[in-house]
């Protein structure tokens, strides 16, 4: 499970990416790489439930993201 909150993005550059951050996560879903996904309420972020052989795998995933450069990631491995 990924824990992500975003920072210092202002709102123009997120409305920007917005469209291709979508359109990724929705072909993670349609592949079965992404099994759930939780939009916080009270922070910019999510959560993410996501298939990855381990950290390293899971951290390449989301490097090819968007809003990558604006991630703070923690991640708590699942069974």
């Known amino acids: 499970m990924i824990d992500i909150h ?3 993005i202002d709102d123009e550059t997120r409305m920007r ?3 291709k951050e979508q359109e990724m996560i929705k072909a993670w879903e349609d592949e079965g ?3 759930a996904s939780y939009i916080k309420s009270e ?3 999510i959560y993410l439930v996501l298939m990855a052989e381990d950290k390293i ?3 390449k995933k989301l490097s090819t993201l ?3 450069p ?3 990631i923690e991640m708590i491995g699942l069974r």
Request: hydrophobic residues 40%; proline residues 14%; aromatic residues 14%.
């Open 66 to 68: 968007p809003y990558y």
């Open 6 to 8: 975003l920072s210092g």
């Open 33 to 35: 790489i992404l099994l």
């Open 17 to 19: 990416l917005l469209p």
């Open 57 to 59: 795998d899971a951290d």
């Open 43 to 45: 922070t910019p972020g």
């Open 70 to 72: 604006y991630m703070k």
